[in-house]
């Protein structure tokens, strides 16, 4: 079974490197593939199970795939009645929650922001009528960034929009009829409010309401940043330890009871209803957590570790780990896109691996340090592939926060919950305990978080050195007689020293990264990098700087940044750069803005003629001239990059007062190859005269999908057509890059195409 589930799983992950679903003739394979495991000779059966796999994720979305949004409702006002399906994010500047309405005959999932919402926003299983504008699932797509739509797939949204200031908006009475996942979800926004009451103004607040039922939204950011530099943010995802924690009291509560009842002792074995107790306990809890994925996953687990009990049969650890991967992957082979799936399946696999055939060790918490320590080697691989991180404080700050996390935080976290319907004044106490065991454990999280060797961070692996790093990790878990296991260590050494490709000397690879309505560009020569602006800030938690370049950097192998220019003050190009300056280390900085704005001693002024020589390729600054005072766009930094006899022009936001001074000033000069679209290709910019001047081959526009300035304007894409120019842009290409040589240019590789899925928009 073990390796029929393998080659099953095997198969799901290969369907999704699929850029497209393929015809229902494939589905076709899925009887011939049953029959083949039920009759074929056994070393032929992972052969069929593998066959199965992959046909088995598009039968998935055919049947069960959620309605794709039609195009032709994109950016229209829709007047639509339908259930808030989750509960509301609130901000002071929105209201953020899941819709479900009915459209077409057709059942749909939004996902809503509702901008300066009056003082009672909407509640999880209300109805309600709302005016929105909507746009089919859209996100950036950048080497080494977050798949988007991806996650937005994961959750069913068909569409994501905005709610329009109307006086038509409003709650509907409601005259449903029983619905239980409608009483469901206002059962816990019902809770949320509760805790919400209770733990006003409580010291960690959002964590407790995160252990209590999931909802996580309310951490803080420092919050996030110490669990995440010490490996503990696990603790906070209602998943396996959680609901195993459920399951196995009521489990020995339940066992407990019928071992001492006469009447159950003459019916029923004490683990049979103890069994029973656990699995309808952890299903409680997990609709009450929101029944996410990682809650779905846990919950089958218990069921089948549950129900190997009630047969009374001696299963082996890693044959209950096989059959409760291989019923996730049959309801639902989508899971392995969620790092959660292979974060906690890996762990669970290496504990079980380590532990298989070992000499008990007397002491608990020498048990206890070699799993933290066991998981820390074995998950390696996996963390420098997904987060390019390692949390170093990870098996020491687990050492303690695994144990007083099961045993203090989340029981008395939950039995605080579960008394609200009784007491609130013993709720609030029990509150009060959580908060201070939280407190207690709080300090020594916190100081190892600080500690300068807490986190290793490394470049995104290149692909094929993941294999030697996981053979490493496999021959460090072997048992101690394993002969010379140490030299495994050398295995790790492509992982850490082995990078992607750098240009070679005279060339320049050119990145425009997608930011979204903004701007930011990677230039690269064989030993330096530089990033020109750094697109826009979104609010507190969504920071393109750091949530879009910085995973850019780091993809590309590069460990500093040389240069940073931010060519103006305007939003969508410097709102990031504050973030790269506090979390990656930048050598120099060149503003257009004021200096004093960026977080480093480094930053001067751009000027004409500045300019320097990297590996071959030239740089200079053509704009603003040093007596230039006015501000806005036209002081923009104008940068002029050289490879051999190629010119790019990075122009920034300049509009048409200053394209016609560099007319005026450079003349032929600003012939140029490549040319990024002066401010995003608006019709205040693009003159008529500077084009025909630069006269480039290529122009490259940074603009964001369906954005409200309609960026590039059709006057613009008129004159570059006119004239033979070839244009991309990165709302339909997302990032896009080209390798500038002495002997020309490349051809354009546009990411969205080049990481396309099945998910993706067209």
């Given at each position: 079974?073990?390796?029929?589930?393998?080659?099953?799983?095997?198969?799901?992950?290969?369907?999704?490197?699929?850029?497209?679903?393929?015809?229902?003739?494939?589905?076709?394979?899925i009887?011939?593939?049953?029959?083949?495991?039920?009759?074929?000779?056994?070393?032929?059966?992972?052969?069929?199970?593998?066959?199965?796999?992959f046909?088995?994720?598009?039968?998935?979305?055919?049947?069960?795939?959620h309605?794709i949004?039609?195009?032709?409702?994109?950016?229209?006002?829709?007047l639509?009645?339908?259930?808030?399906?989750?509960?509301?994010?609130?901000?002071?500047?929105?209201?953020?929650?899941?819709?479900?309405?009915?459209?077409?005959?057709?059942?749909?999932?939004?996902?809503?922001?509702?901008y300066?919402?009056?003082?009672?926003?909407?509640?999880?299983?209300?109805?309600?009528?709302?005016?929105?504008?909507?746009?089919?699932?859209?996100?950036s797509?950048?080497?080494?960034?977050?798949?988007?739509?991806?996650?937005?797939?994961?959750?069913?949204?068909?569409?994501?929009?905005?709610v329009?200031?109307?006086?038509?908006?409003?709650?509907?009475?409601?005259?449903?009829?029983?619905?239980?996942?409608?009483?469901?979800?206002?059962?816990?926004?019902?809770?949320?409010n509760?805790?919400?009451?209770?733990?006003?103004?409580k010291p960690?607040?959002?964590?407790?309401?995160?252990?209590?039922?999931?909802?996580?939204?309310?951490?803080t950011?420092?919050?996030?940043?110490?669990?995440?530099?010490?490996?503990?943010?696990?603790?906070?995802?209602?998943?396996?330890?959680?609901?195993?924690?459920?399951?196995?009291?009521?489990?020995?509560?339940?066992?407990?009871?019928?071992?001492?009842?006469?009447?159950?002792m003459?019916?029923?074995?004490?683990?049979?209803?103890?069994?029973?107790?656990?699995?309808?306990?952890?299903?409680?809890?997990?609709?009450?957590?929101g029944?996410?994925?990682?809650?779905?996953?846990?919950?089958?687990?218990?069921?089948?570790?549950?129900?190997?009990?009630?047969?009374?049969?001696?299963v082996?650890?890693?044959?209950?780990?096989?059959?409760?991967?291989?019923?996730?992957?049959?309801?639902d082979?989508m899971?392995?896109l969620?790092?959660?799936?292979?974060?906690?399946?890996?762990?669970?696999?290496?504990?079980?691996?380590?532990?298989?055939?070992?000499?008990?060790?007397?002491?608990?918490?020498?048990?206890?340090?070699?799993?933290?320590?066991?998981?820390?080697?074995?998950?390696?691989?996996?963390m420098l592939?997904f987060?390019?991180?390692?949390?170093?404080?990870?098996?020491?700050?687990?050492?303690?926060?695994v144990?007083?996390?099961?045993?203090?935080t989340?029981?008395?976290?939950?039995?605080?919950?579960i008394?609200?319907?009784?007491?609130t004044?013993?709720?609030?106490?029990?509150?009060?305990?959580a908060?201070?065991?939280l407190?207690?454990?709080?300090?020594?999280?916190?100081?190892?978080?600080?500690?300068?060797?807490?986190?290793?961070?490394?470049?995104?692996?290149?692909?094929?050195?993941l294999?030697?790093?996981?053979?490493?990790?496999?021959?460090?878990?072997?048992?101690?007689?394993?002969?010379?296991r140490?030299?495994?260590?050398?295995?790790?050494?492509?992982v850490?020293?082995?990078?992607?490709?750098?240009?070679?000397?005279?060339?320049?690879?050119?990145?425009?990264?997608?930011?979204?309505?903004g701007?930011?560009?990677?230039?690269?020569?064989?030993?330096?990098?530089?990033?020109?602006?750094?697109?826009?800030?979104?609010?507190?938690?969504?920071?393109?700087?750091?949530?879009?370049?910085?995973?850019?950097?780091?993809?590309?192998?590069i460990?500093?940044?040389?240069?940073?220019?931010?060519?103006?003050?305007?939003?969508?190009?410097?709102?990031?750069?504050?973030?790269?300056?506090?979390?990656?280390?930048?050598?120099?900085?060149?503003?257009?803005?004021?200096?004093?704005?960026?977080?480093?001693?480094?930053?001067?002024?751009?000027?004409?003629?500045?300019?320097?020589?990297?590996?071959?390729?030239?740089?200079?600054f053509l704009?603003?001239?040093?007596?230039?005072?006015?501000?806005?766009?036209?002081?923009?930094?104008?940068?002029?990059?050289?490879?051999?006899?190629?010119?790019?022009?990075?122009?920034?936001?300049?509009?048409?007062?200053?394209?016609?001074q560099?007319?005026?000033?450079?003349?032929?000069?600003?012939?140029?190859?490549?040319?990024?679209?002066?401010?995003?290709?608006?019709?205040?910019?693009s003159?008529?005269?500077?084009?025909?001047?630069?006269?480039?081959?290529?122009?490259l526009?940074?603009?964001?999908?369906?954005?409200?300035?309609?960026?590039?304007?059709?006057?613009?894409?008129?004159?570059?057509q006119?004239?033979?120019?070839?244009?991309l842009?990165?709302?339909?290409?997302?990032?896009?890059?080209?390798?500038?040589?002495?002997?020309?240019?490349?051809?354009?590789?546009?990411?969205?195409?080049?990481?396309?899925?099945?998910?993706?928009?067209?």
């Amino acid at each position: 079974m073990r390796t029929g589930t393998l080659a099953f799983m095997i198969g799901i992950v290969a369907a999704q490197q699929s850029s497209q679903t393929p015809s229902t003739a494939w589905l076709l394979l899925i009887p011939i593939a049953l029959l083949g495991l039920y009759f074929a000779k056994s070393w032929l059966k992972p052969f069929f199970a593998l066959i199965l796999g992959f046909n088995w994720v598009f039968a998935s979305v055919f049947l069960f795939q959620h309605n794709i949004f039609p195009g032709e409702f994109e950016g229209k006002e829709l007047l639509l009645e339908g259930t808030v399906t989750s509960i509301p994010i609130v901000s002071i500047r929105s209201t953020r929650f899941y819709f479900n309405t009915n459209l077409n005959q057709k059942d749909y999932q939004f996902k809503l922001s509702w901008y300066e919402t009056m003082n009672q926003p909407p509640q999880a299983g209300e109805r309600w009528r709302l005016l929105v504008k909507l746009k089919r699932p859209h996100g950036s797509m950048n080497p080494g960034g977050f798949d988007y739509e991806r996650s937005l797939y994961r959750k069913g949204i068909s569409a994501t929009g905005y709610v329009r200031r109307n006086d038509i908006n409003q709650r509907l009475d409601d005259k449903m009829v029983f619905n239980l996942s409608d009483h469901i979800i206002r059962l816990r926004q019902s809770l949320s409010n509760s805790l919400h009451e209770l733990l006003k103004d409580k010291p960690h607040q959002g964590i407790i309401e995160a252990l209590a039922m999931g909802e996580r939204h309310r951490m803080t950011n420092p919050e996030w940043e110490v669990l995440t530099r010490t490996g503990t943010i696990h603790l906070v995802a209602i998943s396996g330890l959680h609901v195993g924690l459920i399951a196995g009291f009521s489990f020995l509560l339940i066992r407990l009871f019928a071992s001492r009842c006469q009447f159950m002792m003459h019916t029923l074995p004490a683990q049979v209803p103890a069994a029973v107790a656990a699995i309808i306990a952890a299903l409680i809890y997990a609709l009450l957590a929101g029944f996410t994925i990682p809650t779905q996953r846990a919950f089958l687990m218990v069921c089948v570790v549950m129900l190997s009990l009630i047969q009374r049969r001696t299963v082996r650890a890693s044959n209950i780990i096989a059959l409760s991967l291989l019923v996730i992957l049959i309801f639902d082979p989508m899971s392995v896109l969620d790092v959660g799936f292979w974060l906690s399946f890996t762990a669970v696999a290496i504990i079980v691996f380590a532990a298989t055939g070992r000499i008990k060790t007397p002491s608990a918490f020498i048990s206890l340090s070699k799993v933290q320590l066991v998981i820390a080697i074995g998950m390696l691989p996996l963390m420098l592939m997904f987060f390019q991180r390692v949390s170093l404080a990870a098996p020491l700050a687990n050492l303690v926060a695994v144990p007083w996390f099961s045993f203090v935080t989340v029981p008395v976290t939950l039995l605080a919950t579960i008394s609200m319907g009784v007491s609130t004044s013993l709720a609030s106490g029990l509150f009060e305990v959580a908060t201070w065991s939280l407190e207690l454990l709080w300090v020594l999280l916190e100081w190892l978080s600080m500690q300068p060797w807490a986190v290793f961070d490394t470049p995104a692996p290149v692909m094929w050195t993941l294999i030697p790093a996981t053979i490493a990790a496999l021959f460090l878990l072997m048992p101690r007689g394993m002969p010379a296991r140490w030299l495994a260590l050398l295995l790790f050494l492509p992982v850490l020293l082995v990078t992607k490709s750098s240009p070679k000397i005279g060339e320049l690879n050119l990145t425009l990264i997608d930011v979204g309505q903004g701007l930011s560009l990677l230039l690269q020569t064989q030993h330096h990098s530089l990033v020109f602006d750094a697109g826009p800030r979104y609010s507190s938690s969504f920071d393109a700087g750091k949530n879009i370049v910085i995973p850019v950097l780091k993809s590309q192998g590069i460990r500093e940044l040389d240069t940073l220019v931010v060519s103006h003050g305007d939003n969508d190009h410097s709102g990031g750069a504050n973030a790269i300056l506090k979390n990656f280390p930048v050598n120099n900085v060149y503003s257009g803005a004021s200096a004093k704005r960026w977080r480093s001693d480094k930053a001067v002024t751009c000027r004409a003629g500045q300019s320097w020589h990297w590996d071959g390729v030239d740089f200079k600054f053509l704009h603003p001239q040093a007596e230039q005072t006015s501000g806005g766009n036209n002081r923009s930094c104008v940068l002029q990059v050289r490879v051999g006899t190629y010119t790019i022009l990075l122009p920034a936001d300049i509009e048409r007062t200053a394209e016609l001074q560099l007319v005026a000033q450079y003349g032929e000069k600003l012939k140029s190859h490549i040319l990024i679209a002066p401010h995003h290709g608006s019709k205040t910019s693009s003159s008529q005269a500077f084009i025909d001047q630069v006269s480039p081959d290529m122009v490259l526009i940074a603009n964001g999908y369906r954005n409200r300035y309609r960026f590039p304007h059709d006057t613009v894409t008129s004159r570059y057509q006119s004239q033979g120019i070839s244009w991309l842009e990165t709302q339909y290409s997302g990032a896009i890059s080209v390798l500038i040589t002495p002997n020309g240019l490349s051809e354009p590789i546009g990411w969205r195409e080049k990481l396309r899925r099945y998910w993706h928009s067209q």
